[in-house]
């Protein structure tokens, strides 16, 4: 908590309400450096000495905006490739703009295999071994999984495939980011659905505001 409250009582909502620490203006840069390295330090100490578990405690953060041009696409990339390559957190990013993902673009990855890849598989025939052949691996360490050539490819894959990859998928990650395309169809309700978390973009316009 950075802020120019500083009585005890202050500081003691500031601590109530979750903060990691309170830290109150003016202040030197250098202590305000010094006190994130602690907490950093802290927090991957905490995640070192975590005992192991044999189930995940996986956390899917969904990136929407009903209006394009808002920046989803490079909030969902830069937040996943932070989850990788910054807290060394196994990471997926799944991009789900079905009709125009920029995902492989972004990462500089030419498509080979893709969600299309899955059109015609039955959900009770979907294992982690083939929703692993879809998956890339970029130099970051992230994990991702692209947007098929042709919108057409995508509307062969049944819902419930989509549903069953989505449940193999969370045995796998730490995190999960999906990047949503522009409307409610039927991929982008069934991620909001199983997202824990959504960050829903808007730019500042009516017009997006509305949208939202």
């Known amino acids: 908590m950075l802020t120019a409250q500083s009585t005890l009582q202050d500081k003691l909502q500031s601590f109530e309400a979750g903060a990691d620490d309170h830290l109150t203006k003016p202040f030197e840069p250098a202590e305000l ?4 390295t602690v907490l950093l330090r802290r927090a991957e100490e905490a995640h070192v000495a975590r005992p192991a578990s044999t189930t995940r405690n996986v956390r899917r953060i ?16 830069n937040l996943a490739v932070g989850f990788a390559s910054i807290w060394k957190s196994q990471t997926l990013l799944l991009d789900l703009s079905m009709v125009a993902g920029q995902v492989a673009l972004m990462l500089n990855t030419s498509l080979r295999r893709t969600w299309g890849d899955l059109a015609g598989v039955e959900p009770g025939e979907l294992d982690a071994e083939v929703v692993d052949s879809i998956i890339y691996k970029h130099e970051s360490g992230l994990s991702f999984i692209t947007t098929p050539t042709f919108p057409s490819e995508i509307e062969a894959i049944k819902s419930e495939t989509m549903a069953a990859a989505f449940q193999i998928l969370g045995q796998k990650f730490d995190y999960i980011v999906a990047d949503l395309s522009h409307d409610f169809s039927a991929v982008t309700i069934q991620a909001l659905d199983v997202a824990d978390f959504i960050l829903m973009v808007v730019s500042p316009d009516m017009s997006s505001i509305r949208a939202a």
């Open 62 to 77: 969904a990136v929407h905006s009903l209006r394009g041009g808002t920046g989803t696409s490079s909030l969902a990339v």
């Open 33 to 36: 450096v010094a006190r994130l």
